[in-house]
């Protein structure tokens, strides 16, 4: 199976701030990686699929890079809303894997 | 609009049953394989199961593998997931995703574009 690892778990910020969040695929998964953003007690968002593509409807701010086994999604300037948990997924294989989580809370 | 809604989540004792289901709307089901995927309290999420747009060909975890399965009636729209031996560990809010494509047409079958509100599912005595 592919693991997948993000860094960091939990992560403060301020509203204005440049984040970013780091994902590594325990082997090579080509591009084959997506991003979600999960707000308390909501489904899951999909943000950015195949590492850099950004899902329609979703704020430019928000970006996608990497292949192999190493990506990041960075957030260009905090906003209020963003404040939330992100989660990584490989859809290079199955079982399909996400990430831990990376919670973004406000500073 | 796009629109995935789940029922059948309950209370069930450990090695029962229970089937989950999830009505779809606002777009051609039997194009999109779609999936099971559940998160525990406090946890994160977890990938349970796919199946294609035709429902010939299924996926699963490992964890749930003989114990779950995934079907789907596309003439009603509807996902389902059927679970049998439940442990405690099952314990979580299961979401139904619809992937961007089908399998064997592109890699979009393995990412989730839309997801339902959730339905929970509690294993205890």
């Known amino acids: 199976d592919v693991q997948m690892t993000q860094s960091p778990s939990s992560l403060s910020a301020s509203v204005g701030d440049r984040v970013t969040i780091t994902c590594r695929a325990s082997?090579?998964?080509?591009?084959?990686l997506n991003w979600y953003q999960q707000k308390p007690g909501k489904a899951p968002k999909l943000l950015i699929y195949s590492a850099s593509t950004l899902q329609s409807g979703v704020p430019s701010r928000f970006s996608g890079s990497g292949s192999g086994t190493a990506f990041t999604l960075t957030i260009g300037s905090l906003q209020p809303e963003d404040f939330a948990t992100y989660y990584c997924?490989?859809?290079?294989?199955?079982?399909?894997?996400f990430g831990q989580g990376t919670r973004l809370d406000i500073k | 609009e796009v629109q995935l809604l789940e029922s059948g989540g309950d209370l069930v004792q450990p090695g029962g049953s229970l089937r989950l289901s999830c009505a779809a709307s606002g777009f051609t089901f039997s194009k999109y394989a779609m999936t099971w995927v559940r998160q525990a309290p406090g946890k994160g999420l977890e990938w349970v199961s796919t199946?294609?747009?035709?429902?010939?060909?299924?996926f699963y975890a490992d964890s749930v593998k003989s114990r779950f399965t995934i079907s789907r009636d596309n003439s009603k729209n509807t996902l389902f997931l059927h679970m049998s031996n439940l442990r405690a560990d099952d314990t979580a809010i299961y979401y139904c995703?619809?992937?961007?494509?089908?399998?064997?047409?592109?890699?979009?079958?393995?990412?989730?574009?839309?997801w339902g509100q959730g339905a929970p599912v509690t294993v205890s005595s």
């Open positions: 199946i294609t747009g035709s429902g010939y060909t299924t």
């Open positions: 997924q490989q859809s290079y294989n199955t079982p399909i894997t």
């Open positions: 082997q090579s998964i080509a591009r084959y």
């Open positions: 995703a619809k992937a961007l494509d089908d399998y064997g047409y592109s890699s979009a079958w393995s990412f989730f574009d839309y």
